[in-house]
């Protein structure tokens, strides 16, 4: 098992994530060797096992589809944390 | 009496409640504490003296007129960074939230909070609790009380540093894979990682939500059946979290220990790397054990810890990519603008997150991508049923397991930082609990060369009540 700096590339873009070719290469020889080590999970057998995503026994959890007003000052302590708003609104440079 | 700082729970709770002090003098006693070691120890990234003294005053009033309060009122204690605490500062040890207010509290501290406690400050951890050293910190490592050339373990090393170090009385912290357990063994504080679903994870920073377990640190059994008891129970805003009926944890302690049944997982002394002098410590544990419960531990079998090790590192990694996906540089944290938005994306997180943090996005995203999702993530999702069910067999003949909480004591800082694979090791005996859900507690149970290291009592889902039952008898017979 082993990944290029291609690979690497790709899966950055996806995690929408800058790397520095530094960190490019080195992770390509750590991931390599950690996914060596994963291998030992092919030798076990788990046909007609049903995987398991979380442990409970829980299924379909709901509640009432009730409005809980936040009100203003729960939405200007969020706002406030915005990098770019104008008054009550995230900014981002224009996508289209 | 020894110094306030140094107290327990219980012993702060009974001097309270006596007026032998009060809690502003408690309080005052732990910021002294703080400020006498803090340079060295680095176990806080905030402190808010005001805030707690003011809190401590509130409690001494109230106290004055006679209101009946819960015995963590007026006690100071420390959360994890990563616990929301609105309006004070939560970074979650990463530059990417350096200067994040949350809007809102997270479950656990609230009840707290409404139980009178004192919110002393926030602990150091392994950015977004990635690691096992403290050292992933985007600010600074904590050191080891016991000695400063060592980790304190991690990720929740800040937590375990400052209850060892007697900065607070307890804190807070996480546990996904053993940040919990693994530092409170590394430090010789008792670290109890609850059942998955009994405490609610709503306001504590996202990691690996199928696996992150609200957890807490405390100087004894004892006051880690008072913190249960207060933090522990459904919570609406937490749809995993349990509505089953929680035990009177302070009282169930007490029942004895004869006739429990315990297992002892063969695999788990047969792993390479394991310190023979740590195998030695848990093994004497193991013994002194017997002789309370008046009956030898049965073997049990459980698949070898280090495919759980393997398992994990699949499946945590996946959870971490989607969960990080939230810090865009947009709604909130570090921003750092690009030519487009795309771009905004890519720097503010390039620049934003850590190595470590950068690696399990890279790893989760490559186990989820198309062409791989069935070889890696899904095949780890079959193997973790598998760790469940081993766990389900096992306790069809036995109460309780014991194992050690790590290969070794306390590792040096710097050490391990330069081989991710030999940092997860690290987490081996602790790893397969987190997957399977069950409770389980490290408790001190001796030293190798001066460093402390833990026993680990792993029980039944939901059953944390035998778990610290047994903890605490085999504490009191140390």
Known sequence: MSLDIQQIDHLAKLARLALSDEEKKLFASQLASIFGYFQKLQSIDTTDIEPASQILPLKNVFRLDEISASGEEARQKIIANAPNKSNRHFVVKKIL | ?478
């Open chain 2, 1 to 478: 009496m020894s110094a306030l700082n140094q107290l327990t729970i219980e012993q702060a709770s009974n001097g309270l409640t006596n007026k032998k002090f009060s809690s502003v003098e408690l309080t005052r006693a732990c910021l002294d504490q703080i400020a006498s070691t803090e340079h060295r120890l680095r176990a806080f990234l905030n402190i808010f003296p005001e805030h707690a003294l003011s809190q401590a005053e509130k409690f001494d009033l109230a106290l004055r007129r006679g209101e009946i309060l819960s015995p963590l009122a007026g006690i100071p204690y420390a959360a994890k960074d990563n616990f929301c605490t609105e309006g004070l500062p939560t970074t979650a040890g990463s530059k990417i939230l350096e200067k994040y207010l949350p809007p809102f509290e997270s479950t656990t501290t609230a009840r707290l909070k409404a139980a009178g406690a004192v919110l002393v400050g926030k602990t150091n951890l392994d950015e977004f609790a990635m690691g096992g050293s403290t050292e992933n910190s985007a600010f600074y490592s904590t050191k080891n009380p016991h000695d400063e050339s060592r980790v304190p373990g991690g990720s929740s090393g800040g937590s375990a540093a400052a209850v060892a170090s007697g900065e607070v009385i307890y804190s807070l912290g996480t546990d996904t894979g053993g940040s919990v357990r693994q530092p409170a063994s590394f430090c010789g504080v008792v670290g109890l990682k609850p059942t998955y679903g009994r405490t609610s994870r709503y306001g504590v920073i996202a990691m690996a939500s199928s696996l992150d377990t609200i957890s807490h640190l405390t100087k004894t059994v004892a006051d880690a059946a008072i913190v249960l008891q207060s933090i522990a129970g459904r919570d609406p805003y937490d749809s995993t979290s349990s509505n089953l009926p929680l035990d009177n944890y302070s009282e169930e302690i007490k029942k004895p220990v004869e006739g429990l049944k315990i297992g002892l997982p063969q695999e788990y002394f047969a792993v390479d790397g394991m310190d023979p002098q740590v195998k030695d410590a848990v093994l004497s544990a193991v013994k002194k054990i017997e002789e309370l419960i008046g009956a030898s531990a049965m073997p049990v079998s459980l698949s070898a810890p280090d495919y759980a090790l393997a398992c994990y590192y699949l499946i945590m990694p996946s959870e971490v990519s989607s969960n990080l996906a939230r810090y865009d540089g947009v709604k909130y944290g570090l921003s750092v603008p690009g030519l487009d938005l795309f771009d905004t994306y890519l720097q503010s997180r390039g620049q934003g997150l850590g190595s470590e943090v950068k690696r399990r996005i890279i790893l989760g995203t490559y186990a989820l991508s198309h062409g791989y999702y069935d070889a890696y993530y899904k095949k780890a999702c079959s193997v973790r049923a598998l760790i469940k069910k081993d766990f389900e067999r096992a306790f069809e003949s036995v109460d309780l397991i014991l194992a050690p909480v790590a290969p070794t004591a306390a590792f040096g800082l710097g050490e391990k930082i330069d081989d991710p694979l030999q940092m997860y090791l690290a987490d081996l005996f602790t790893i397969p609990m987190s997957l399977a859900g069950v409770p389980a507690i490290s408790v001190p149970c001796g030293a190798v060369g001066g460093l402390p290291v833990g026993l680990q009592i792993i029980g039944k889902w939901f059953d944390e009540k035998t778990v610290l039952r047994l903890a605490h008898h085999f504490e009191q017979a140390s």
